[in-house]
């Protein structure tokens, strides 16, 4: 996959939602080894402490745990990935709606649009 | 360390000494095969003819050459040595030079040392190539009888005399190198015009030592070289002005260089 | 931890120019900092005093707790603007001499770059171009485990393709106690690889940040906080 930045925001929020879409979408499965913080960084060509800020972060919030000797590993606790999918789902739509509304449409005229596309 | 800037230095410097002396070398050689022909050219002299004539005259010139190239060997020999001390020390190289784990008194031991074997060498070749020219127009038994006749007057002062000369060599060996290693270093403190910096250091001391040596003449009375006993007062002077001012020349190196250093 | 790299209150004249005032400094370890400024604004300086090449008017500088000095230079791997190499020298003869020189080289590495760059040890340096020059200067001093790595321009004169090399190169060589300063005008090519910043303006400290705090607080990344703090 490839990195992208935007300049608005901090780089190591930007890395945590691009892990955290990885290991949403299932390319990072639960329970499986992540890569170390070095490999990450050099991957995403970003600063090993950035990089390990991300991380933290996302330890923090539980979705990753390390083990001291092992490394860092995604949670097995798949209804917290799901629950966080939901959310990013979420976040997608209203985004989608705000657009909408931009574009003149109201929400039920969003809605009509959208089961015309799907249903076809 | 110092081995290691020796090697580096050694190898820095061969390029440009190689070619001279190689030259040289090859000069000195083609010289005594016309030295050769000069000679036996001379010893029939009941016929000469135009071709005779003009084989000694070519190489008559050509053996003046080789006299020349013999007094450039000197003069490159000092050049290369203050064009290899300028690049690495003073140039962009110094970049290089400077930030290489080591003491800057060691750098310039390395350059003093490199400078003082190439003046070795440069001697050293030079009085074998006189010796080739002569070889073979005296016997060794003649040899004999003028090694008798040096043993028979040979004394005290002639030892001294000896002793004195080579030490005298050794110590304008390393007095000329660090002579310019200071002027360059001298000059490396102006802004701009390094370069005019450097001569100009070169001229002041130049000027220096040469009022040095009036006042030492005044002094000891005396510039006649042979005829005091053993030594003249201005001998043993100069000889002690060349050391001090050698090492004078090293600790005014030393302190540019490593508590002075301003590479742009 | 002790700082790596310490000025404090250092002050450079050149004739009648001051080109560092009064500038205090730490870089501590593990960090990768960017050193930024418009040309002339004395960061070059700021390096070569960290490296002995010039000495300061007035302050002192400590690397890794040692004055300036032949244990220091051993310790600090130094990039200069400059090309401080020999002409006549080939590519692997020069890193004989990095061999000799500095314990902490690490001939393998710096030959196995080379590979990667396709340049070819047997060739001298006079036969290369200026920016295959810049790269071999650079694994020289990346072939290094140094602890503070001093880095003037690394990657001012090449291509793109090859910068991103040199700055992955930059990232994954460089040990993790260590830190390194890079000095560029080129901030966005960096940016992602820093994690603190220096805006140097005219000789002074005009800030020293994190990166992810400049986006924080501005809402921008560092390149457009300099083209606005260094508006002409």
Redesign the interface.
Known sequence: MTWH?D???????QLLEQILFLIISGQYPPGSKLPSV?EL??E???????MQ?ALTELERMGLVYSQRTSGRFVTEDEAMIQRMKDSMGKDKILALFKDMEQLGYDADQTMELIHKITRR | MLGKVLKKDFNSTWRFFLPLLGGYVIAAVVGKVLFEILLSVMDSSGHTSMVSEGIAVFSFFYLVICVIYLVSCYLMTSVFVVYDFYKSMVSDHGYLTHTLPVKTRTLIWSKVLIAVLWQVVVNGIVSLSVLLIFTGHFSWLHMDEYFRLISTYWDGTSTARVIYTIINMIVESFHRPLLFFACIALGQQWKEHRIIGAILAYMGISVASQILNAFAIAITGSKEYFVSFPFSGYMIFSMILGIVTSAAFFLITDYMLSKNLNLE | MNPLLTYSNVTKQFGSLQALKDVSLTIEPGHIVGLLGPNGSGKTTLLKIACGLLKPSSGTVSVCGLPVGPQSKLRVSYLPDKNYLSEWMKVSQIIDLFHDFYSNFDRNKAYEMLGRLDISPKQKLKTLSKGTREKVQLILVMSRSADLYLLDEPIGGVDPAARDYILRTILTNYNEQGSILISTHLISDVEKVLDQIIFLKNGLVALQSSVDDVRAQYQKSVDELFREVFQC
């Open positions: 930045f300049n608005d925001r901090p780089i190591y929020t070095r960084a050099s995403a060509s970003v600063n090993p402490n950035t800020r």
